[in-house]
């Protein structure tokens, strides 16, 4: 009761007065986003919910964790990026300097912290994977890919706040199986924090007039807490010699790597930065089928939702790590065949829906 009810409703209140007494603040500053060509919101959102549950989440773990332990790095590397971001969001920063300052949050994770690959698991049913000398490079090319995947996503009210929130809710299940009670505490404190945002982010009666965004200050650092923790569960030397294996992690971030790997992809055949912001994610191509925005968005997390169940209830059931791998590739490849013959569905979807609406009509 005490870990699933006061902690999260504890950090939930500290991430919701934080946004409360940092929007005025945000205003003064500048430290809104202004709609444009890309961003076709209504006037000036403030960008303070990366940083209200960067504190929250600060506050959570002093406060309920009896030793921080490794977790200094977490904390650490959720600080770097999270006032980058904010700078970021103020003034603008070069791809190449944030870069670099992941790499440097990464960088943290793997040589302070100690947090690394070392093993990627059973994929093809025939050995372990070990990475060897390949684990903290590879560590780091996670670190950057999950992080900008978060970045990416954050494209509507909700999203990429409710899926932080559901991955970080598969995590807390997966670290309670694994009985690492400090990381499943940790992550159930993140469910909190990201909540207070939700309030004031998803459309919802109690938001009114009080909107915020979550910034690169928060899409940033979510990014590297979820990466932490998805290297940390599968790794056995952090588990008292348990583990999850690592291929559930993909099931858990589900959308965020999907998506990643289908825009990255098709920039890149563009020949296009792979990084640079555009309107061609999976949540953009909906809402040219003129779906609402709140339909989209749950959609979306409840897809991620069934997609982290599925790895995680295979892996309970002990269906084999290369079966797992295989059905991801799978649901993979089809999510590339809809979004390289994008304009097809479409189509398509227009006059069922049109359809459907002559028929109600």
């Known amino acids: 009761m005490f870990d699933f009810f006061w902690v999260p409703s504890f950090v939930f209140i500290v991430s919701a007065l934080s946004i409360v007494m940092l929007r005025p603040v945000a205003r003064t500053i500048g430290l809104v986003d202004r709609p444009d060509a890309r961003k076709r919101h209504l006037g000036d959102v403030p960008l303070v919910g990366g940083i209200a549950i960067t504190l929250a989440v600060w506050i959570g773990a002093l406060l309920f964790m ?16 999270a006032v980058v971001g904010m700078v970021d969001d103020l003034k603008g920063m070069s791809p190449l300097t944030k870069l670099i300052v992941q790499l440097l949050a990464a960088i943290l994770m793997t040589s302070w912290g100690g ?10 049913g025939r050995r372990e994977i070990e990475l060897a000398n390949w684990g903290i490079p590879l560590t780091l090319f996670a670190v950057v890919a999950v992080v900008n995947a978060m970045n990416m996503c954050d494209g509507m009210d909700g999203l990429a706040g409710g899926l932080a929130f559901i991955i970080f809710g598969w995590l807390a299940v997966v670290a309670g199986e694994l009985g690492n009670n400090a990381a499943q505490r940790i992550c159930v404190i993140f469910c909190g924090a990201i909540l207070g945002f939700l309030l004031f982010n998803m459309r919802n009666p109690l938001r009114g007039k009080r909107r915020v965004f979550l910034g690169d200050a928060g899409s940033l650092m979510l990014g590297f807490g979820i990466v932490w923790f998805a290297v940390e569960l599968t790794q056995p030397v952090y588990n008292a010699g348990r583990n999850a294996p690592p291929v559930i992690m993909l099931w858990i971030a589900g959308f965020l790597l999907i998506d990643l790997l289908a825009v990255v992809i098709r920039r890149t055949l563009q020949g296009k930065n792979p990084l640079s912001a555009d309107r061609t994610h999976l949540h953009h191509i909906l809402l040219r089928l003129d779906l609402g925005h709140g339909s989209i968005v749950w959609i979306l997390l409840l897809s991620n939702a069934l997609m982290g169940m599925v790895g995680v209830v295979g892996w309970r059931m002990g269906v084999s790590e290369q079966v797992l791998f295989l059905t991801f590739l799978a649901v993979t490849a089809v999510h590339l065949l809809v979004m390289r013959n994008a304009w097809r569905f479409i189509r398509f979807g227009r006059r069922v829906l049109k359809v459907r609406r002559l028929k109600r009509g």
């Open 115 to 124: 947090v690394y690959l070392s093993s990627l698991g059973d994929l093809f």
């Open 66 to 81: 009896r030793s921080q332990g490794y977790y200094v790095a977490l904390l650490a590397g959720l600080t770097v990026l």
